[in-house]
């Protein structure tokens, strides 16, 4: 039932993108006017609780316990894990909005401040820490945990409806679970194809750059129908293979990159944007994460934060089943920080070092970037690598890494989605992941047929809005499951305690009871 609802409620979005393009394009604005106006303060609401019980996790007793039991031992190396967190939890829009959203908030900066000013460049780096850094992790880790703990310490299916049960108990198995199951998977595959649509407009932008091929539309659907032969080879692989490999030849590529535009670019002017802006965002952090317009009615909170919200949370049912299924054996404690920290902090460095190195050109280094920008956002990156040295290599090695990410999300989420549009948590059937590998690419051009960036957020954003209430249900939910967990865990550490002290106190009875006998004579 949920494989078959939701497949034919994306079938009926594809075939709308691609009937009546025009239609589709200025209903899917309209309806995103009408979510934002009535429905964004909920994104901000529910994405900083979000946050604040990630961090109450991490550092109460709760963080003791351990996903699959005591005994449980992790699969993966740490390296490996972590690798795979990165490629499947960002990817393609680090590279897409890496140069380009620092320069587009120093061009239209938020809270009224004058375009193209130093304030306004503090501003925009603090924004793009503010929208890759903490909040986005502490959503995947919410549903994550969530999902790990069903699956693996309560062995449930490890369907979305089953994160519920604490909360509506047998209705889980019924209608309202499966409905649940159903808007998951669409605001998933929705999310998916949101990011790989990005990732086909960009890497069609490099090829022009390096090889003047024209960034036509036609070009974008040639780079999905390359990546979709490739990412349905990798998931036949299967996970211990295809997406472990990738994922840690897209670390190793990406922490390429950034070196060398760290080496290349202003370095000094890259680090003490790194101090200074982290300084800002921690100190502003709360005022920033409940941030709306109401009294001015400006839209750049609906453009960008609210979008970028909407856009985790689609994502959060895909990136948490994967993160579920490589973080077997690692503590709540040990998975709150390495979801959510530690990727965080390679996202600022990441933005220190290319949103810093196009600011610097823009301010300080002769370089008309802000033009570049007028043309589309995924021009910028190459541009502002092609006023470094190295610049092929530079331009070429951003083209791989993006059809990489491109490939290892898709390869993810095809194994993500047909797993949960199935009963087992087992792997899914070839058959199924196929399916689901062409369902994910027809949503992916729909969308950039219907309108391209402009319809890839509008959908995003209205379907990602029931999504958000069911990530609160989860949050008390996951709270109340864990409650429960270490009450019992505790008891059974106070029993066992007791049972010790018995047995300490009947050894040291019969030692004076053998010290009180008369000796032999």
């Excluded at 998931?235 to 990738?246: F, Q």
């Excluded at 077997?328 to 949103?355: C, I, K």
Aim: with cysteine; net charge neutral.
């Amino acid at each position: 039932m949920v494989f078959r609802l939701s497949i034919g409620v994306l079938a009926m979005l594809v075939l709308a993108g691609v009937l009546i393009p025009d239609t589709f394009g200025s209903w899917s604005l309209r309806v995103q006017a009408a979510t934002l106006a009535g429905a964004g303060w909920l994104y901000l609401v529910v994405v900083f609780c979000v946050l604040a019980f990630l961090g109450y996790l991490g550092f109460s007793r709760i963080g003791q316990l351990r996903i699959g039991g005591a005994d449980a031992e992790p699969q993966f190396s740490r390296r490996s894990w972590f690798a795979m967190l990165f490629s499947a939890g960002m990817g393609i829009g680090l590279v897409f909005w890496g140069a380009a959203e620092p320069l587009s908030h120093y061009a239209s900066p938020p809270e009224g401040i004058q375009p193209a000013t130093v304030e306004a460049a503090r501003a925009a780096m603090r924004y793009a820490f503010f929208h890759w850094g903490l909040h986005p992790w502490a959503i995947y880790a919410l549903m994550g945990l969530a999902m790990a703990w069903a699956q693996y310490n309560r062995n449930s299916r490890g369907q979305i409806s089953d994160l519920l049960e604490p909360l509506i108990g047998r209705h889980v198995h019924g209608l309202a679970g499966r409905l649940v199951d159903v808007l998951a998977v669409v605001a998933t595959a929705v999310g998916v194809a949101t990011t790989l649509g990005l990732g086909a407009v960009q890497i069609s932008a490099g090829l022009e750059h390096v090889a003047g091929i024209p960034a036509t539309f036609a070009t974008q659907l040639v780079v999905i129908a390359i990546a979709f032969v490739l990412y349905m080879a990798s998931s036949a692989s299967g996970l211990d293979r295809g997406i472990k490999w990738l994922s840690n030849f897209n670390i190793g590529v990406a922490a390429a990159l950034l070196l060398l535009v760290m080496a290349l670019g202003p370095t000094a002017f890259i680090f003490e944007t790194f101090t200074t802006t982290l300084g800002g965002y921690l100190n502003q952090l709360p005022s920033m994460s409940l941030r709306m317009t109401p009294f001015s009615q400006t839209s750049w909170v609906g453009e960008w934060t609210i979008f970028y919200w909407a856009w985790w949370i689609a994502w959060a049912p895909f990136v948490g089943a994967f993160f579920a299924r490589i973080s077997y054996g690692r503590t709540v404690r040990e998975f709150v920080f390495g979801v959510v920290f530690g990727p965080a902090l390679a996202s600022f460095l990441w933005f220190s070092a290319f949103g810093g190195t196009a600011l610097y050109q823009q301010m300080f280094g002769g370089v008309d970037l802000l033009s570049v920008l007028a043309q589309g956002y995924e021009h910028v990156l190459f541009a502002m690598s092609g006023h470094l040295p190295l610049a092929g290599l530079l331009a070429w090695g951003a083209i791989v890494l993006l059809l990489a990410f491109f490939v290892t999300s898709a390869d993810s989420a095809t194994l993500v989605l047909a797993s949960m549009s199935s009963e087992s948590p087992d792997d899914p059937p070839v058959s199924r992941r196929v399916a689901w590998g062409v369902m994910q690419a027809g949503i992916a051009i729909a969308l950039l047929y219907a309108g391209g960036l402009n319809a890839l957020q509008a959908v995003v954003i209205v379907a990602a809005l029931p999504f958000a209430v069911l990530l609160a249900a989860v949050l008390f939910s996951l709270r109340k499951v864990l409650a429960h967990d270490l009450a019992a865990r505790e008891q059974e550490e106070r029993e066992l305690h007791r049972a010790e002290q018995r047995w300490l106190q009947r050894e040291r009875d019969a030692e004076q009871r053998d010290a009180a006998r008369p000796g032999d004579p």
